[in-house]
């Protein structure tokens, strides 16, 4: 696998780092549901119609979402629902690990004032 490898990690660090903007993840998630139209999104999301589809081209180019025009509107739905899936994934151990803070913090306290008593 050698040179494939270091490729296929080249090729992922670039997608995380580009992924690395929480409007873009709102966004997957969003078209995780259902396909959408720009203003919608924009709308949903409260921001311009023109910052939604700055985020949409940049997503677009790198294969994250696909797009289709139906009138006068372009509608997004995602490419490759895996993709969702990976920042799910992520989502529920960030979600663990703030909970696994928390525990401690909440130790800790409980400690503390066990030992004033």
Do not use: W
Request: aromatic share 6%; net charge positive; with cysteine.
């Amino acid at each position: 696998m050698g040179d494939y490898s270091k490729e296929l990690y080249e090729m992922h660090a670039g997608f995380c780092k580009f992924m690395g903007n929480a409007k873009r993840i709102e966004i997957l998630f969003m078209l995780g549901e259902e396909e959408h139209c720009v203003e919608n999104m924009a709308h949903k999301m409260g921001v311009s119609i023109p910052n939604v589809s700055q985020h949409l081209a940049i997503m677009r180019d790198k294969g994250v979402v696909e797009s289709r025009r139906a009138g006068t509107k372009v509608y997004y739905r995602l490419a490759n629902p895996k993709t969702l899936q990976a920042c799910i994934l992520m989502r529920e151990a960030m979600i663990e690990r703030m909970e696994a803070c928390a525990t401690k913090v909440t130790r800790r306290i409980t400690n503390e004032s066990s030992s004033r008593s």
